[in-house]
């Protein structure tokens, strides 16, 4: 499994958590294979043109992610994920190796649109 982690720096697992995916500057690549992580990696995110989440979904797929990690998301991209068969799950942990950590123990909930938040409050 690929999971993709909207971070505020590209420090692999000590990487503090980004708060909002389209807005963080970079996402931390974590693949995951029999409950173990096998690799870490980071880009840079190339952004969303015009407030449009539909590239930022694109960018996030375009990564091979099977799954992403947010501690906020607005309906209309966590919809445009589901459609794309990418899972999306909430956490709040301070750095990726917590949440990862988290993912792999089945700790972490899986959103639905009734619990995205609305991109008025940013």
């Known amino acids: 499994m690929r999971v993709v982690i909207p971070t505020n720096t590209p420090d692999g697992l000590m990487a503090k958590r980004g708060a909002h ?5 970079f996402y931390v690549i ?3 294979e029999n409950g173990e992580i096998k690799d870490v990696s ?18 996030i ?7 992403l990690i947010v ?13 794309e068969g990418i899972k999306v799950y909430f956490d709040d942990s301070a750095t990726v190796e917590e949440s990862v950590k988290k993912l792999i123990d ?9 619990h ?3 991109h008025h409050k940013y």
């Open 21 to 25: 995916f389209g807005k963080a500057p």
């Open 30 to 32: 974590v693949d995951i």
């Open 42 to 59: 980071f880009t840079e995110n190339p952004g969303h043109s015009g407030g449009a989440c539909g590239s930022a979904v694109m960018n």
């Open 61 to 67: 797929k375009n990564l091979g992610a099977d799954a």
């Open 71 to 83: 501690s906020g998301i607005g309906p209309n991209p966590l919809m445009g994920f589901k459609q």
């Open 106 to 114: 089945g700790k972490l909930q899986e959103l639905d649109v009734n």
């Open 116 to 118: 995205a938040c609305s």
